[in-house]
């Protein structure tokens, strides 16, 4: 009889103090956010008894699936002033997103490195990397500091994750590499976007605030390390011998979130001030739920239940609009005290849970990345990314709580899932059942609708 929830909450039998304290830290925090969300649907109900109802909208997903994406194209649409103002924080961002691709390549050298001096104690030994590549492999040493001074700008508060504040600058290069691996997430409750506005004297309503947010004397400051590296930087990603490296480790930077690696000159450069396409493309992993202010005075018009549609959340169309409208995100992954919940068990556990979020919406947008037919979950490398978004749409459209509430399919990333076509990556591969028919995305996506559908 015991609540499946409350046994994961359980700390762990051999916790040490120090873990302990982190957790009941954590703990705080996350009643935090709990009572920030209380006092913003306190306000909404407010700002509801005086003007029109608003329309709540869940957007829901496994990580990655674009649900801050989606978000952020709805901000584009109806919030652009505000969504301007906070072009500097998500240089910040971007810089971090290109940190990370650069330490891929890194670590895909090291493997390649160690591999070639394991095979060099056998036979005829083969250098596999280049001079040229050693010194680029130690000139971008520095990247590494960079990489946590972006990471403290975005946490200024402590909000972020462990994942951010594993980077110990004592821990050996192979550790490093090991909790680089990990994605950096912020709380989406952390006022990081603000914080990073304030702290370089940002002002909200300039049209792009944060200008000036480098401080161009010191050589310590990120965007000035970046901007003095970006040759090596290219030199790196465009080598053929690393292309081939890559191919070989199977890395496929391009497809991968945050990549601006074919950007670097002009996301490097001194008087850099991100576009809207590229603050779509930047990457920062939600941790929480995330509550919308309220828009007006648009407001969605969602169609009938369980309609399919494809789109890109790159390229929304607008969507006839009156009234208000308030979105809620449901981040893919939730964090319960010292467990990492996933949108799946959160499922598996019961919607119970989650009735305070689903009872009043009035739409939810599923988000079905179907580019991702040939990936695995980062949290469960057993589980492919497909099966799991039909698992939980098919969760979704069967439950009775949510009979009234419209569901609205995006299959998304279909730009992603077309290049992977025609890079003649097969379909087929991945979901068995598909057969010979065409591997060309008019025929998947058909077939995946149906796979979706009732
Ligand atoms: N190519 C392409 N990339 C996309 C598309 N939609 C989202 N992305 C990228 O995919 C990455 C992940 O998207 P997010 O919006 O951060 O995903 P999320 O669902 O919020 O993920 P969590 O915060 O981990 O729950 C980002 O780098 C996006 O730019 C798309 O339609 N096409
Ligand atoms: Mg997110």
């Given at each position: 009889d015991v609540d499946p929830l409350s046994k994961v909450l359980e700390p762990p039998p051999d916790e040490t103090p120090v873990q302990r304290e982190a957790r009941l830290r954590a703990e705080v925090q996350a009643k935090h956010v709990s009572d920030a969300i209380d006092e913003e649907l306190e306000r909404q109900r407010a700002v509801e008894k005086k003007g029109p109802r608003a329309l709540k909208v869940l957007l829901l997903g496994q990580s990655e699936s674009g649900k801050s994406t989606t978000l952020k194209n709805f901000q584009i649409l109806y919030e652009h002033k505000s969504f301007k103002a906070e072009r500097g924080s998500w240089k910040t961002v971007i810089q971090l997103n290109v940190v990370r691709s650069i330490h891929l390549i890194l670590d895909a050298m090291s493997r390649a490195h160690a591999e070639a001096q394991a095979r060099q104690s056998h036979s005829d030994y083969q250098p596999r990397l280049s001079q040229e590549l050693l010194t680029l492999q130690m000139r971008l040493a520095p990247l590494l500091q960079v990489e946590q001074a972006l990471t403290r700008r975005l946490t200024p508060l402590g909000c972020g994750e462990s994942e951010a504040t594993?980077?110990?600058?004592?821990?050996?290069y192979a550790d490093r590499s090991k909790s680089f691996a990990k994605e950096i997430a912020i709380?989406?409750?952390?006022p990081w976007k603000g914080a990073i506005t304030r702290l370089f004297g940002g002002?909200?309503?300039?049209?792009?605030?944060?200008?000036?947010?480098?401080?161009?004397?010191?050589?310590?400051d990120p965007a000035v390390v970046l901007h003095a590296c970006v040759q090596d930087m290219a030199l790196l990603w465009n080598d053929p011998m690393v292309k081939k490296l890559l191919e070989k480790q199977k890395l496929r930077l391009q497809e991968?979130?945050?990549?601006f690696l074919d950007s670097l000159d002009r996301v490097t450069s001194l008087d850099y001030v991100p576009s809207d396409d590229d603050v779509l493309r930047a990457r920062l992993k939600t941790l929480g739920v995330q509550n919308s202010m309220p828009w007006s005075p648009q407001r969605l018009i969602v169609p009938c239940q369980a309609c399919l549609s494809i789109v890109s959340p790159y390229h929304l169309t607008r969507v006839r609009s009156e009234g208000t409208g308030v979105f809620l995100m449901w981040a893919g992954t939730e964090r319960y005290g010292n467990a990492v919940l996933t949108v799946r068990s959160l499922l598996m556990f019961g919607i119970a849970a989650w009735v305070p979020y689903f009872d009043d919406m009035d739409a939810i947008i599923f988000l079905a990345?179907?580019?991702?037919?040939d990936q695995t979950l980062a949290?469960?490398?057993?589980?492919?990314r497909l099966e799991d978004s039909i698992n939980i749409w098919k969760y979704i459209v069967s439950n009775k709580l949510l009979k009234n509430t419209n569901i609205i399919l995006f299959m998304n990333k279909i730009d992603l899932m077309k290049t992977k076509l025609e890079s003649g990556i097969r379909f087929a591969d991945f979901v068995v059942s598909y057969g010979l028919r065409p591997n060309d995305f008019e025929n998947t996506s058909q077939y995946l609708r149906k796979k979706f559908g009732p």
């Amino acid at each position: 009889d015991v609540d499946p929830l409350s046994k994961v909450l359980e700390p762990p039998p051999d916790e040490t103090p120090v873990q302990r304290e982190a957790r009941l830290r954590a703990e705080v925090q996350a009643k935090h956010v709990s009572d920030a969300i209380d006092e913003e649907l306190e306000r909404q109900r407010a700002v509801e008894k005086k003007g029109p109802r608003a329309l709540k909208v869940l957007l829901l997903g496994q990580s990655e699936s674009g649900k801050s994406t989606t978000l952020k194209n709805f901000q584009i649409l109806y919030e652009h002033k505000s969504f301007k103002a906070e072009r500097g924080s998500w240089k910040t961002v971007i810089q971090l997103n290109v940190v990370r691709s650069i330490h891929l390549i890194l670590d895909a050298m090291s493997r390649a490195h160690a591999e070639a001096q394991a095979r060099q104690s056998h036979s005829d030994y083969q250098p596999r990397l280049s001079q040229e590549l050693l010194t680029l492999q130690m000139r971008l040493a520095p990247l590494l500091q960079v990489e946590q001074a972006l990471t403290r700008r975005l946490t200024p508060l402590g909000c972020g994750e462990s994942e951010a504040t594993l980077l110990n600058p004592n821990s050996s290069y192979a550790d490093r590499s090991k909790s680089f691996a990990k994605e950096i997430a912020i709380n989406s409750s952390s006022p990081w976007k603000g914080a990073i506005t304030r702290l370089f004297g940002g002002d909200t309503d300039a049209p792009s605030s944060n200008e000036h947010s480098n401080n161009w004397n010191d050589p310590n400051d990120p965007a000035v390390v970046l901007h003095a590296c970006v040759q090596d930087m290219a030199l790196l990603w465009n080598d053929p011998m690393v292309k081939k490296l890559l191919e070989k480790q199977k890395l496929r930077l391009q497809e991968m979130a945050g990549f601006f690696l074919d950007s670097l000159d002009r996301v490097t450069s001194l008087d850099y001030v991100p576009s809207d396409d590229d603050v779509l493309r930047a990457r920062l992993k939600t941790l929480g739920v995330q509550n919308s202010m309220p828009w007006s005075p648009q407001r969605l018009i969602v169609p009938c239940q369980a309609c399919l549609s494809i789109v890109s959340p790159y390229h929304l169309t607008r969507v006839r609009s009156e009234g208000t409208g308030v979105f809620l995100m449901w981040a893919g992954t939730e964090r319960y005290g010292n467990a990492v919940l996933t949108v799946r068990s959160l499922l598996m556990f019961g919607i119970a849970a989650w009735v305070p979020y689903f009872d009043d919406m009035d739409a939810i947008i599923f988000l079905a990345p179907i580019s991702a037919f040939d990936q695995t979950l980062a949290e469960d490398p057993e589980v492919n990314r497909l099966e799991d978004s039909i698992n939980i749409w098919k969760y979704i459209v069967s439950n009775k709580l949510l009979k009234n509430t419209n569901i609205i399919l995006f299959m998304n990333k279909i730009d992603l899932m077309k290049t992977k076509l025609e890079s003649g990556i097969r379909f087929a591969d991945f979901v068995v059942s598909y057969g010979l028919r065409p591997n060309d995305f008019e025929n998947t996506s058909q077939y995946l609708r149906k796979k979706f559908g009732p």
